[in-house]
């Protein structure tokens, strides 16, 4: 871990983000007492945190170049993110990049001051957001590292963001926890088809698919994205792999599954192997 933690510490992210923390708790400090309703932000700010993860990865990081008025529009965090993506463990593109940061960091303090009554308010709600950011750095650029897990939670985390880089990119958005605001994908899915008793069944699929796919790819044979070694077993998600086994097509909807039923509900809302999954379970 020393020299995981060291290697943190060589990249400009890390150093950005700690020197807008220091100047926010500085700031706080020379503002003076400020209100008890203050602790309320970064608790506020935490419990939004999955959302809001998932929606910058979503609707941000995940962006594709678009020509409007004849101007390809791809900006620096969706290149970068792309880039990642294709070489996931070089970690220089782990971390958010150094021109992100500088235009952040000035952008950070409007809306402080914009949104908050006080300036002690305004100045919790900046230590709460890069504390909030620090973390996500150090979990992110963790995940990537040769460390491996050893707590109940980071293993979850782990398991969660190397199915969002080696099963389906499409998926499992949210760094800092594992299946929460990804469940906000399902809505639309649900919605169309809640009188359907066969599409119902996909939804279960879906929600499960961190549990159910790997064991089958444990079950019935190594998948093409994720390692057989059994300690990156997922363990859970028997009862959806019993029923996937169940009348011997175990095999056929695992390959259904292991070809694209994460990608069901794509972040440009279009259905991917929809059909095919449901005619595979209703034979």
């Known amino acids: 871990m020393g020299e995981v933690f060291a290697e943190f510490w060589r990249h400009p992210s890390p150093w950005l983000l700690a020197t807008a923390l220091a100047a926010a708790v500085t700031g706080r400090v020379l503002a003076g007492p400020g209100s008890w309703w203050e ?27 678009r020509r409007v008025a004849g101007l390809t529009l ?11 993506h294709a070489n996931p463990r070089e970690i220089p593109l782990v971390f958010i990049p150094w021109q992100a940061q500088l235009w952040l960091a000035p952008t950070w303090v409007v809306v402080a001051w914009l949104v908050t009554p006080t300036t002690t308010a305004m100045f919790t709600l ?24 050893k707590s109940v939670w980071y293993r979850k985390i782990w398991r969660h963001h190397r199915l969002h880089h080696y099963k389906s990119e499409h998926y499992w958005f949210t760094v800092t926890s594992a299946g929460t605001a990804d469940r906000l994908a399902l ?18 699929v879906q929600r499960q698919a961190e549990g159910a796919v790997l ?19 997922v363990t859970g998600g028997g009862d959806g792999a019993d029923l996937l086994l169940a009348g011997g097509r175990g095999l056929e909807v695992r390959d259904v599954l292991g070809e694209g039923v994460t990608d069901l509900v794509r972040t440009d809302g279009e259905f991917r192997h929809l059909r095919c999954l449901l005619s595979s379970l209703q034979r």
């Open 39 to 65: 602790l309320l932000v970064p608790l506020g700010l935490v419990a939004v945190l999955p959302v809001v993860e998932w929606l910058v990865h979503v609707f941000i990081l995940h962006w594709r170049p």
């Open 74 to 84: 791809d900006p620096l965090l969706a290149r970068k993110h792309r880039a990642h």
């Open 126 to 149: 900046l230590i709460s957001v890069y504390a909030i950011k620090s973390a996500y750095e150090w979990t992110h650029y963790l995940l990537h590292s040769d460390y491996r897990p």
């Open 187 to 204: 809505l639309d899915l649900v919605e169309v088809t809640e009188d359907d008793d066969a599409d119902l069944a996909l939804v279960e």
């Open 215 to 233: 064991e089958l790819e444990q079950l019935v044979g190594h998948g093409r994205g994720e390692s057989g070694d059994t300690g990156d077993a």
